[in-house]
């Protein structure tokens, strides 16, 4: 086998030594066809490949994301309140429910001491045995027949079913809000997932130009194509109409160069509602967690009637809100990578404004 395996192996070295010559024409001629495949290859792989987006174009798509992103970041809120609220009411309906239950077991336990010593002196009445029975079912039946009977026993039955029936209707509140806690908290879960993906392409995006540029990015007030320096305290707000928008125009002018962030309240960081939120509850006016909440949350005022305190909104869906503090300004948590900070009132398409107090 090894001596047949070498004599084959022969026989093809003997065939590549003794092939036919290629002519140079033809080997040239293929080299060329190769080289130019080659370099068509490379061309179409160049024409094909995206160009670098101009400054304008990342401009626009940062702002684009930046607005989903807040979007997303007011539905979280919405659905974290939403959650919140329903994890209250669940506890408070499942105290209530135990302590309708105890007030339940120590009823069933009186009337059965009662019966008990009925018992031993003469029997015990049918009509009591309903207050004894483990199941709702035979329980709720044997009331008509307490009902009729109409003896002192058969009034304390009836009162330990509507004590049964109150516990069976927590629970079922409480049931139902437990639900309504879950899908909460699944919106908020899916709102999560939009917010930091629009966020992370917007970083994508700002990593590919130089540091200038990015600050520059971040300073644009959205379309308005007006700037203001972060954190800058250009001035003074101006008086405000009241004492409650007093407090709340300072308390937002305090706030000044602290950072974004999503779904915050303070007191190291905000979202745009998380600081008007926050500015009014210092004034004593609690507010709704949402831009598209606060702006029911008030009285309407005309773009031309704005005094210090009012909330300004901004886009189509609501999604953006500051607080004018006078001058022509707001004050506002902008966005990812930019303080909370003063801006020109007209520097993002004006959707409203309401007086909050």
């Avoid at 959650?83 to 105890?102: G, I, K, P, V, Y």
């Avoid at 437990?178 to 930091?196: N, P």
């Avoid at 405000?240 to 974004?260: C, D, E, I, T």
Wanted: aromatic share 4%; with cysteine; glycine share 8%.
């Amino acid at each position: 086998m090894a001596q047949h395996r070498k004599q084959r192996l022969g026989r093809l070295r003997h065939r590549r030594v003794h092939r036919k010559p290629v002519p140079a024409a033809l080997r040239a001629a293929a080299t060329l066809t190769l080289a130019g495949a080659a370099s068509a290859a490379a061309f179409d792989g160049a024409a094909l490949a995206d160009p670098e987006p101009t400054l304008a174009e990342v401009e626009e798509r940062v702002d684009t994301l930046h607005r989903e992103a807040e979007e997303a970041t007011e539905a979280f809120n919405a659905a974290t309140e939403a959650a919140r609220q329903a994890e209250q009411d669940m506890d408070r309906l499942r105290d209530s429910a135990a302590l309708r239950t105890e007030e339940l077991n120590t009823a069933r336990d009186a009337l059965g001491s009662q019966a008990s010593a009925e018992y031993r002196a003469a029997g015990l009445p049918a009509a009591v045995q309903l207050a004894l029975s483990a199941d709702p079912e035979v329980f709720l039946h044997r009331a008509g027949v307490a009902h009729r009977s109409g003896d002192r026993q058969a009034r304390a039955a009836l009162g330990i079913e509507e004590r049964l029936r109150a516990v069976e209707q927590l629970r079922a509140e409480a049931a139902e809000r437990a639900e309504a806690l879950a899908d909460a908290q699944d919106r908020a879960r899916r709102h999560r997932a939009v917010v930091t993906d629009r966020l992370a392409e917007a970083e994508d995006l700002l990593a590919t130009r130089t540091a200038r540029e990015r600050e520059a990015l971040l300073r644009e007030e959205g379309t308005g194509g007006t700037t203001a320096a972060s954190g800058e305290r250009a001035g003074r707000p101006a008086t405000a109409p009241n004492r409650r928008a007093s407090a709340a125009v300072a308390f937002a002018w305090g706030q000044l160069g602290k950072p974004y962030g999503w779904g915050s309240a303070g007191p190291d960081a905000y979202d745009c509602s998380g600081l008007t939120q926050a500015a009014w509850r210092a004034a004593g006016v609690s507010l709704p967690r949402t831009s598209y909440s606060q702006v029911s949350a008030g009285t309407r005022v005309a773009r031309d009637e704005l005094a210090p305190g009012d909330l300004v909104f901004y886009y189509s869906g609501i999604s953006h809100v500051g607080i004018y503090v006078g001058n022509g300004q707001i004050v506002h948590a902008s966005r990812p990578g930019t303080p909370v900070r003063l801006a020109p009132v007209d520097s993002m398409p004006f959707a409203a404004a309401t007086r909050p107090g």
